[in-house]
């Protein structure tokens, strides 16, 4: 080890790395506080005394809490780390079997979240010390901030500070009431002449919403949403064709699939992490879990129709 090392270690207890961890998860003072049990002015004053005698801030203040410095990044990884080995001594000298265990906090978007939710169940049975949180946003949250632990996404590129892996590709078709469905296939209708339910200018990046926009006159789009989730209640109830993932428009009420699979809308699911928690073993368990998980339920995303 070299010099500069051991004097930073002479400058942290174990009790300043809870205090780094606290804040790096939950991002706040307050909550890490109540996470500690000890006062919000002891939490200030402690933070404020150990970014003194290490020489560098480790938190920005902001409005919205405390986001970590790149200094802070390293030292809360570091925290992590030798906080995990500390209960890891502390459990092997206590003859405990040592099992992964802890909170992992999964962000993942609305239409993701049923599909996962019976793999969730298996992953609790199967590793019941683990306590899974799932965070539903369609925005790409940052894990930088700790926001969450693990993000299970539908995106063209994962993003340059997360690691993992492409765990499917997510296919998308037509779906539309049978009341639909029975103009198109008695060549009353066609797609380009009935209703659309389509999407607004947030997510109009997206494959699906691009070819929408290739193949369907503007004026034949009646009703838009930023929520793919919101699409598809709208189709329910006959307001228009909806182009939807298969592992969604397949299990909804009332929705028939009305075209191929759409070649130009085929989105990658990525499975991500910051890459100073894919060694950390709870983390690693989760990852595992669920890239196998979702592989045996593969042919959900790739648009087979059940038998």
């Not at 996470?35 to 409005?63: C, P, T, W, Y």
């Not at 030798?82 to 906090?105: F, H, M, T």
């Not at 994962?158 to 499917?168: F, M």
């Not at 009646?222 to 428009?249: D, F, K, M, T």
Request: hydrophobic fraction near 50%; glycine fraction near 6%; aromatic fraction near 6%.
């Amino acid at each position: 080890m070299t010099q500069s090392h051991f004097a930073v270690q002479s400058h942290l207890a174990v009790e300043d790395l809870r205090l780094l961890q606290a804040i790096g998860e939950n991002g706040s003072l307050s909550a890490a506080s109540r996470r500690l049990g000890i006062d919000h002015s002891n939490v200030f004053r402690r933070l404020g005394g150990m970014e003194q005698r290490l020489g560098v801030r480790l938190f920005d203040r902001a409005r919205d809490g405390y986001a970590p410095t790149p200094a802070g990044e390293t030292a809360i990884a570091t925290a992590a780390r030798v906080l995990a080995e500390i209960e890891l001594l502390e459990r092997l000298l206590a003859g405990e079997d040592v099992r992964p265990s802890g909170i992992v906090r999964l962000t993942t978007t609305d239409t993701l979240a049923p599909f996962i939710a019976p793999m969730l169940k298996a992953f609790r049975k199967a590793h019941p010390e683990i306590v899974t949180e799932v965070i539903i946003s369609n925005a790409f949250l940052t894990l930088n901030r700790r926001d969450a632990d693990v993000a299970l996404r539908p995106a063209s590129q994962p993003g340059d500070a997360l690691v993992g892996r492409k765990v499917a590709e997510a296919a998308f078709a037509v779906y539309g009431v049978k009341a639909l469905a029975a103009q198109l296939s008695g060549k009353r209708a066609s797609l380009e002449t009935l209703d659309w339910v389509g999407f607004d200018e947030s997510i109009a990046h997206i494959g699906a919403a691009q070819w929408l926009a290739a193949h369907i006159p503007s004026e034949r789009v009646v009703h838009r949403s930023n929520s793919i989730l919101a699409i598809e209640e709208a189709a329910r109830i006959g307001l228009g064709l909806a182009v939807l993932p298969c592992y969604q428009g397949e299990r909804a009420p009332n929705l028939v699939r009305v075209s191929e699979i759409i070649p130009e809308a085929m989105t990658p699911i990525w499975l991500l992490t910051h890459r100073d928690l894919r060694r950390v073993a709870r983390i690693r368990v989760f990852l595992d879990f669920m890239a196998e998980a979702i592989a045996r339920d593969r042919a959900a995303l790739d648009g087979v129709k059940a038998a």
